[in-house]
């Protein structure tokens, strides 16, 4: 018949009679132990003596476990995980926090126009508006975004770099077409005034 009995760790465990005295090791914390006799009210397993090495400390299987990181989702690039992997936990939320993610996060993504190559470094916003300063060589690649967690591919023509340069485009354009118009009105005004003066020379008197 099993018997209830605790681990030095507080975890409750069963045990058959016949096993009492015997050595056994917790399947929770990896405690070992003697398993007490079914008559200890108490319930509480003593640990054996241990053998330790004076010049090796002492390490309980208890203390220091540590959990694997989780694995960025499959939409992420790796440039995005890379750089979550360096991120204060989601709980740790401030000012200073969103700095460092955003740091840390510095260039994940970027994106160029077809056959254009650059070095500089682009501003690309996230779908939710933050603006992420990007290298060149993450054009369309899955990252996200280290504020809002949205995951997204940056293209170049979504940059500031580019709305900017469509804007000096379209004021050059802009400008030529003025200076056309601009010339053409010097060119016909010159016309009529030459057609005036031409009247007035060869007017009959």
């Known amino acids: 018949m099993p018997f ?28 070992e132990m003697l398993i007490p006799p079914p008559g200890n009210r108490k319930w509480q397993a003593e640990s ?3 053998v330790t090495d004076p010049s090796q400390p002492y390490h309980d299987p208890a203390i220091g476990a540590t959990s694997s990181l989780e694995i960025a989702p499959d939409g992420v690039g790796e440039g995005a995980a ?31 126009s077809i056959g254009e190559t650059t070095d500089e470094v682009l501003h690309i916003p996230c779908p939710h508006g933050h603006v992420l300063e990007t290298p060149p060589d993450m054009l369309g690649m899955p990252v996200m975004c280290p504020i809002c967690r949205t995951t997204f591919e940056p293209q170049y023509e979504l940059s500031q770099e580019y709305r900017q340069k469509r804007e000096e485009m379209a004021a050059r354009a802009s400008e030529r077409a003025a200076r056309f118009w601009l010339n053409l009105a010097i060119g016909a005004a010159i016309l009529v005034l030459g057609g005036l003066i031409m009247l007035i020379v060869f007017a009959p008197r």
Request: aromatic share 6%.
């Open 82 to 112: 890379a750089g979550i992997s360096g991120l204060a936990s989601t709980g740790e939320t401030g000012p200073e926090v969103l700095a460092g993610e955003q740091s840390a996060f510095a260039g994940i993504a970027t994106g160029l």
């Open 48 to 50: 054996p003596p241990r």
């Open 4 to 31: 209830p009995f605790f681990c030095p760790q507080g975890h409750i465990l069963e045990a058959e009679i016949d096993q009492a005295g015997q050595a056994a090791a917790c399947p929770f914390c990896g405690t």
